[in-house]
DNA sequence: TAAATGACTCGCT
DNA sequence: AAGCGAGCCATTT
């Protein structure tokens, strides 16, 4: 079973608009755990492939992809398709505004 | 209960 | 600009 923590991280990520990316620790942050970066890409990393969450719009703090292997190149590819910019393999713009 | 793991971050070199 | 090392958190064994 999820933990109450787990499903709050869910919510946020659930919430980050398309066309947008957030960094892990940004993430992390929004449900009060500044610092849990690393929790994050676990939690990420244990979602089912069914999963219908913005989970590609996920990125570290350098603007790159984190995710290793094929499943990085298809984070990328849906990123370029949600109209996302970038400059080799870093994502041009972290255009992310969150409203607390 | 304690030790290991990971889709991270920051500061210093 | 790029690489290295230590710090952080909850989950999993």
Redesign the pocket.
Known sequence: M?????LSLYAQLNKVPKGTVV??????KMIG???????????????PEETKLP??R?????GK????GE??EV?KRRLKKENVEFTNDRVRLKAYHWNP
């Open positions: 999820d933990s109450p923590e787990i960094t892990y620790g940004s993430l992390a755990k500044p610092g849990g970066a690393r929790w994050v890409g676990y939690v990420l990393k244990n979602l989970w590609h996920v990125i570290n703090s350098q992809i984190s995710l290793p499943r990085g984070q």
